[in-house]
Nanobody
Framework: QVQLVESGGGSVQAGGSLRLSCAAS????????MGWFRQAPGKEREFVAT????????DYADSVNGRFTISRDNAKKTVYLQMNSLKQEDTAVYYC???????????????????WGQGTQVTVSS
């Protein structure tokens, strides 16, 4: 049973930083793609960043590119999202997600991910 547990959310002022963690368990993730998504009140869940566990290749949404960095620690089975230069519009619940890397479906689509964490709140104030 795959389990994803996020941590590291909180409140921060604009311009500040936070690091989110996603502890993964239940299987070997070498053939999996991990993603971070976020959902603000009244909005759809949107893609933030992704990493292919095996080779570490990454991609980002335009809105966070250059400010956020996704990484993984193989030994700890943990994926991180380092968020710098935070803006008020980054306020949302952030979710960690995982899916088998079939390479068929777009990794920016939340519906293609089969496993999700419970989410962690990030609030950025002015």
């Amino acid at each position: 049973q795959v389990q994803l547990v996020e941590s590291g959310g909180g409140s921060v002022q604009a311009g500040g930083s936070l690091r989110l963690s996603c502890a993964a368990s239940g299987r070997t993730f070498s053939n999996y793609r991990m993603g971070w998504f976020r959902q603000a009140p009244g909005k759809e869940r949107e893609f933030v960043a992704t990493i292919l566990w095996s080779v570490g290749s990454t991609d980002y949404a335009d809105s966070v590119n250059g400010r956020f960095t996704i990484s993984r620690d193989n030994a700890k089975k943990t994926v991180y999202l380092q968020m710098n230069s935070l803006k008020q519009e980054d306020t949302a619940v952030y979710y960690c997600a995982a899916k088998y890397n079939s390479g068929i479906y777009s990794y920016t689509l939340a519906a293609t991910y089969g496993y999700w964490g419970q989410g962690t709140q990030v609030t950025v104030s002015s």
